[in-house]
């Protein structure tokens, strides 16, 4: 079994795979390390035809491994899809269907923080192209763990945003074309060996509770602050965290949004619900305007008259409602036009 001498995770969403490929020919082949791949992808995606992508790329063998296999150099592991993947304290690499975090399983944020627990000081993250946040966190865990950090230059990558992000909350050590990591990781192996780092506490414990898929509202208060807000997934209560400026809320069930997101988030449940409120209001209105029709037939003129009425006021709120939610899809989720 080859000697893992660092471990390279590597991040992608949006325009991920052409980047993950470049990046994978760039990488010396002599290198004892071993690569773990979060790519972005729709949960029905095939991972083997990921697999057989990227093993064109490069000599080290690639393979969605098996829940609980050992980590090895000179090895590229690609997350399942649907699956977070992340590094157990063993070395072993698992599994699990827990909650998504920023939306996404598997997760960035997830394989990083793990990676930075386990391997602290010989951790080297790579954010590629994305859309959205999702691995600004992980490069943080890894860069108070004493690894290194590397972002894709934003104006290259096909889509900026999430080596952006890293830049506006990390101070990395590499801001650079995929043509130059290669030379990067090469000029490493002839450096000496950072000494292991001090894992912070409030690392240890998130990655802990997202390993057991576990936590509880005394493990939150460790790492957190409780917040006003219910998470819009399961209804519990969110917890604020907040290291370096990037505010993160987490629940006890696992689900973790960035500020950005959880702001996403609340806009795509208020307009399911408005949308529910017209689709109720509108049989409302059918079913008074029907009534109405009864009572014409059975000569109630007072009565139909107040069913009538009633169908019209109904239409009144309906319209508005319907004219908040346009202002919505055109103004964006934090700019409501309402009059």
């Not at 292991?196 to 506490?201: D, I, L, S």
């Not at 208060?221 to 917890?239: E, N």
Request: with cysteine.
């Amino acid at each position: 079994m080859a000697q893992v001498k660092s471990v390279i995770v590597v991040g992608a969403s949006a325009g991920g795979l052409q980047a993950i490929s470049q990046l994978l020919e760039k990488i010396p082949q002599n290198l004892d390390a071993a690569i773990l791949v979060v790519l972005h992808v729709s949960r029905h995606s095939l991972g083997d035809v990921l697999v057989h992508h990227l093993q064109k790329r490069t000599t080290f063998a690639c393979s969605i491994p098996k829940n609980g296999e050992q980590v090895q150099a000179r090895h590229v592991y690609i997350a399942k899809p649907d699956f977070h993947m992340l590094i157990a304290a063993d070395e072993t690499i698992r599994f699990i269907k827990g909650p998504h975090e920023n939306r996404w399983r598997p997760s960035i944020d997830v394989l990083f923080r793990s990676a930075a627990v386990v391997f602290n000081s010989k951790t080297i993250g790579i954010i590629l192209t994305g859309l959205l946040d999702d691995g600004t966190a992980g490069m943080m865990a890894i860069k108070r763990c004493g690894g290194i950090c590397i972002v894709q230059e934003p104006d290259e990558a096909q889509f900026g945003d999430m080596p952006t992000n890293v830049l506006n909350h990390v101070e990395v050590d590499y801001r650079v074309p995929i043509a130059d990591m290669g030379y990067i990781l090469d000029d490493m192996k002839s450096k000496p060996e950072k000494p292991a780092a001090v894992v912070p506490e409030d690392i240890r414990t998130e990655a802990e509770m997202t390993e057991n898929m576990v936590s509880s509202i005394d493990q939150l208060k460790t790492i957190g602050t409780q917040s006003d807000y219910t998470c819009p997934d399961c209804g519990g209560t969110l917890f604020m965290l907040n290291h370096g400026g990037l505010h993160r809320y987490r629940c006890f069930t696992g689900h973790v949004y960035t500020e950005k997101l959880l702001l996403d988030k609340q806009s795509e449940s208020l307009e399911e619900s408005l949308w529910t409120t017209i689709r109720r209001l509108e049989e409302r209105r059918s079913l008074l305007q029907t009534t109405a029709q009864h009572l014409h037939e059975v000569n109630q003129p007072e009565m139909q008259s107040e069913k009538q009425n009633t169908a019209a006021e109904l239409s009144v709120y309906i319209e508005k409602l319907k004219a908040l939610l346009t202002s919505l899809s055109v103004n964006g989720p934090n700019n409501f036009v309402y009059e």
